[in-house]
């Protein structure tokens, strides 16, 4: 997972960089050890790899959701992000809180085909028309794929997407405030 900005990303120059980089580096120095990074297509397929030892851990911005939770042991969570809609400028006051995006009612969102974020959005504003984003395509991708105003991701994930888009801006929603945590899945050798 190369393109999960800005915890794991390629450069202009084609390096690999991004926050979960960096701690990777530093991880691996504190541990005399040299990192070697391997690249995975797909979120799904981290368990198996680390169950066969293939990886010892994975560094990518993962969020702990309880079904992930349930098939992979985690490290404890080093950052919480914030759920948050990725919206045009024009419909910034809409997104502003909870009790306007219900006023929305059936208004079209993409969201992660993650049932954590489902589950969270539909309990606030249950009218919404939520439609699947594939966010293993590059992250600016997702915007561009999209036929929708709006976009649920998280807030930090979001703040880069309006570098790249600056017709659209950065919402999180009063008064209910979702937090999602993120931590490294290991292999159950490597718990410690």
Known sequence: MTDRLPFVFLNREGT?????????????????????FVDVEEPAALTRLLAIGRIDLAMTGLPVTPARAGETLFSESYLDE??????KDHLREEFSSWANIRDLGAFPVGIPNLPYYVDRVKTRAPALKLEAVDTTNPIENVLKQVTFEAVVL???????????????????????IVKIPLAYPVARRDQE
């Open 82 to 87: 914030t759920l948050g809609f990725v919206v």
């Open 16 to 36: 690999l960089v991004g926050f979960d980089v960096e701690m990777a580096h530093h991880l691996a120095r504190d541990l005399g050890v040299r990192v070697e």
């Open 154 to 176: 998280p807030a930090e994930r979001g703040s880069v997407m309006t570098l790249l888009f600056p017709k659209y801006t950065v919402v999180v929603p009063e008064l209910g």
